[in-house]
């Protein structure tokens, strides 16, 4: 093991689009841990847009990019925790982090017959998220219509998959041809929508969900959200997952259309996947059964090195990225 490691830094607070000049690679010693911390050596990082919302006010510039991923411990104080264990929790945009008193750290079961980054995205919270937006928010019946927005992103890529294992009828929503493509031929939708190349967003869901909305998976707002509550059904919910398309905004773009959650009498609910982590223990299992048997397919968009970290999140942000962008650390 190397003395030095390369480690990613926060360094400047964006204002509107973030860009490189948010960031720092560095080389800087590997932290000695403390008697009852758990050094981890990071295999897998995960590269989220929520990062985007802590960049705007949680992180401190100078800090190391906290970020979810799943490593080695290679020493370990704790008692929990032993050489050689995998394991899952906050670590950084860095080859090395030490947990202090090793809290926050879960543990990877490598026997579970999928790759071991799929605890960052479809076994993890990306995968929870659309678990809880589709069964505990949305609830479609058999027959209904789920729309999805990112469709061919880490989360709704796996919402519309479980709609249509609810007997739902699934339509995305993505930003090119080729993701369009992908939600259909290869996630198994039953339709889908190029946002960006439609003429009318609302002709564009008259046409792929002739019969209205009933759920909507909310990812993205802007007017993508306002055409889908025009055509959102008496009655219908919509789990409000995020908002991306405002992430980088410098003022609040505001929603027009807000009578329809009146005259429809309309469910809307934002939620943080942060309230939900009691159900992961029962929920994983499940998850996995689902991804094992085939009924779930899943796409990871792998970047190689740490040192791309700040690259691949303003790519993904601006939309490059297909299925769950993760990098696998050098
Ligand atoms: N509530 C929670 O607890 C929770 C948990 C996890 C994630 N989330 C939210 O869920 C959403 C999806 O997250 P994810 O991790 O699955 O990311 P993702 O969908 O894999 O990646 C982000 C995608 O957003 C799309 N996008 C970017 N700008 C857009 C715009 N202006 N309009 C429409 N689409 C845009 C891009 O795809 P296109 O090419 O299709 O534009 C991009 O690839 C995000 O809003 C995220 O913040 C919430």
Not at 118 to 137: E, F
Not at 148 to 161: F, K, L, R, T
Not at 287 to 296: F, K, V
């Amino acid at each position: 093991m190397s003395d030095t490691q390369t480690r990613v830094l926060f360094v400047k607070r964006p204002v509107g689009w973030v860009d490189e000049t948010s960031f720092a690679v560095v080389r800087e010693p590997v932290p000695e841990p403390g008697p009852a911390d758990v050094l981890v050596r990071n295999l897998y990082l995960s590269v989220d847009p929520y990062l985007r919302g802590r960049m705007a006010g949680a992180f401190r510039e100078g800090d190391v990019m906290v970020a979810r991923g799943v490593g080695e411990v290679v020493a370990s104080g704790h008692e929990r925790w032993k050489p050689g264990d995998l394991v899952w929790g906050f670590l950084g945009w860095e080859q090395y982090t030490v947990i202090r008193r090793g809290e926050g750290l879960y543990p990877v079961d490598a026997s579970l017959g999928v790759p071991i980054s799929y605890y960052l995205d479809v076994l993890g919270m990306p995968g929870l998220t659309a678990w809880v937006g589709v069964h505990v928010l949305g609830r479609p019946e058999p027959g209904e219509t789920v729309f999805v927005s990112s469709a061919a992103g880490a989360v709704g890529s796996i919402a519309g998959q479980l709609a249509r294992l609810a007997g739902a009828r699934a339509v995305g929503s993505a930003g090119s041809e080729a993701k369009v493509r992908h939600v259909v031929d290869v996630l198994g939708f039953d339709d889908c929508l190029d946002y960006k190349a439609e003429p009318s967003l609302p002709a564009a869901l008259r046409r792929t969900c002739p019969a209205g909305i009933d759920v909507y998976f909310e990812n993205v707002g802007g007017p993508l959200l306002e055409a889908v509550l025009g055509h959102m059904n008496p009655l219908g919910r919509l789990p409000v997952c995020g908002l991306i398309s405002g992430y980088n905004a410098t003022e609040d773009p505001g929603v027009k259309g807000f009578a329809h959650i009146l005259g429809k009498r309309l469910t809307v609910t934002g939620f943080s996947i942060y309230d939900h982590m009691w159900r992961f223990e029962a929920w994983q299992p499940r998850m996995a059964e689902l991804l094992t048997s085939g009924r779930i397919v899943y796409h990871e968009d792998v970047w190689e090195g740490v040192e791309q970290a700040p690259a691949a999140f303003i790519g993904m942000l601006r939309g490059d990225s297909l299925g769950k962008r993760v990098l696998r650390v050098g």
